[in-house]
């Protein structure tokens, strides 16, 4: 069943492509071909330095979310002229993989760059693979597409053993039935220890395509690409890529290691789309919104679009395990005493918050609702006087995706 949400009203309408567009014809990855040349042209969106930007070219960073090796940080950082990803024996992201990886890409003014439906992107870059970074039999992937809404990713580069030989490979997914596709691969060993470029061109629609191209200087050493594959799956949140190193811990032989990506750059085919505009947050008395400028958000949870929230955006993914929760911080009461608290969340059937004040003891939070309708529950809770902190967390399972809390007034 594919995952869908609803589409924020007239923010997030797509600006057409009105003219079909041709494949890229098989030139270099620089290249446009006379079809693309008459219709649209390719425009730079993204270009960071290393240097100038640091870790904050990116939208979000991924290092060692859990803390499972706080000795080793940082694990993602800028080491001369390129990113560095380091990836230790030690790192967990649960118990059977590890994860140290950037997403998403983020313009010198800070606003992510968002890839929407029917757009068509290019993303060309520089990476160095030590020989200590092995394929594996189980996953490890450098490079991935995914988006807010769905735990499986779009699109993949990988580094997968096949038939006893160290491949390096290019996927899809298909969400369907939650399987990978390798339309793209090469030996790995040739290109370990040494700089290389590689070139990911898609298209992010239902009826998209993905072109991958692998170079060793002036030598191509793959140039595939696979058509009419769906590379869009929810209405209402986009495509983002992500760089690093994400891998299984259940294949022998893993050592330290490393990655090394530098010359990151985005293009898109045709103008620029315009930012979202997103409705305007609820600034009544006792309103925080979940996705506040100065709120925590720990592990996985991170904001997202909402079409039914106020402000246009929800805080996901909070809950299942002690690492995921969201804090909205600067709760503000004039004197110490109970307040009624409203939750605003979507819900998924039946699911439950625990809800911790200033640190306090867990207040169970339970919720029945739909993912497309805002559902409300009103909560009593002990504040102090000043500036409070309010988490919002679950140790078992996912919970609600939350919205905003309301803070009433005392009796």
């Known amino acids: 069943m594919r995952t869908h949400g609803l589409r924020l009203a007239g923010a997030l309408s797509m600006i057409a492509?009105?003219?079909?567009?041709?494949?890229?014809?098989?030139?270099?990855?620089?290249?446009?071909?006379?079809?693309?040349?008459?219709?649209?042209?390719?425009?730079?969106?993204?270009?960071?330095?290393?240097?100038?930007?640091?870790?904050?070219?990116?939208?979000?960073?991924?290092?060692?979310?859990?803390?499972?090796?706080?000795e080793g940080q940082p694990h993602v950082y800028v080491a001369g002229d390129a990113w560095?990803?380091?990836?230790?024996?030690?790192?967990?992201?649960?118990?059977?993989?590890?994860?140290?990886?950037?997403?998403?890409?983020?313009?010198?003014?800070?606003?992510?760059?968002?890839?929407?439906k029917d757009e068509t992107w290019r993303l060309?870059?520089?990476?160095?693979?030590?020989?200590?970074?092995?394929?594996?039999?189980?996953?490890?992937?450098?490079?991935?597409?995914?988006?807010?809404d769905v735990g499986t990713p779009v699109a993949q580069i990988s580094l997968p053993v096949v038939n006893g030989v160290q491949k390096i490979a290019a996927r899809y997914w298909t969400l369907e039935d939650n399987k990978s596709h390798d339309f793209a691969t090469a030996d790995l060993e040739p290109i370990q220890n040494k700089w290389v470029t590689?070139?990911?061109?898609?298209?992010?629609?239902?009826?998209?395509?993905?072109?991958?191209v692998l170079?060793?200087?002036?030598?191509?050493?793959?140039?595939?690409?696979?058509?009419?594959?769906?590379?869009?799956?929810?209405?209402?949140?986009?495509?983002?890529?992500?760089?690093?190193?994400?891998?299984?811990?259940?294949?022998?032989?893993?050592?330290?290691?490393?990655?090394?990506?530098?010359?990151?750059?985005?293009?898109?085919?045709?103008?620029?789309?315009?930012?979202?505009?997103l409705p305007p947050p609820d600034r009544s008395a006792g309103a925080y919104e979940?996705?506040?400028?100065?709120?925590?958000?720990?592990g996985a949870a991170e904001p997202a679009y909402c079409a039914v929230c106020s402000g246009g955006r929800k805080v996901i993914l909070i809950g299942g395990n002690i690492y995921d929760y969201a804090v909205i911080k600067g709760v503000l009461a004039e004197t110490a005493g109970p307040r009624p608290m409203t939750v605003h969340a979507l819900v998924d059937g039946t699911q439950e918050f625990s809800v911790s004040v200033n640190g306090g003891d867990a207040i169970r939070v339970p919720m029945t609702g739909s993912k497309d309708k805002v559902t409300t529950t009103t909560v009593p809770?002990?504040?102090?006087?000043?500036?409070?902190?309010?988490?919002?967390?679950?140790?078992?399972?996912?919970?609600?995706?939350?919205?905003?809390?309301?803070?009433?007034?005392g009796s």
């Open 17 to 70: 492509l009105t003219l079909a567009l041709a494949p890229p014809a098989q030139a270099g990855p620089a290249g446009t071909s006379p079809q693309e040349s008459a219709q649209a042209r390719w425009e730079k969106r993204w270009s960071p330095s290393p240097r100038r930007d640091g870790v904050n070219a990116f939208e979000a960073l991924e290092d060692d979310r859990r803390g499972s090796h706080p």
């Open 84 to 116: 560095r990803f380091d990836a230790h024996l030690e790192d967990r992201d649960g118990s059977d993989r590890m994860r140290n990886e950037v997403r998403g890409m983020r313009t010198a003014d800070g606003r992510p760059l968002e890839i929407r």
């Open 124 to 148: 060309t870059y520089q990476m160095y693979i030590p020989d200590t970074l092995d394929a594996t039999t189980s996953f490890t992937h450098i490079w991935q597409l995914k988006n807010s």
């Open 198 to 212: 590689t070139t990911i061109e898609f298209k992010s629609g239902d009826a998209g395509y993905m072109r991958w």
């Open 215 to 277: 170079q060793d200087g002036r030598r191509t050493i793959v140039d595939e690409k696979v058509e009419g594959i769906d590379l869009w799956w929810t209405e209402e949140q986009y495509n983002r890529p992500k760089w690093g190193i994400y891998r299984s811990i259940k294949s022998a032989g893993l050592q330290e290691t490393y990655l090394l990506v530098k010359d990151l750059r985005a293009e898109q085919l045709g103008p620029a789309t315009p930012p979202v505009k």
């Open 290 to 298: 979940a996705e506040r400028v100065g709120n925590v958000w720990e």
């Open 381 to 409: 809770v002990d504040l102090v006087a000043g500036v409070n902190t309010i988490r919002f967390y679950s140790h078992t399972a996912r919970s609600p995706e939350l919205d905003k809390i309301v803070i009433g007034q």
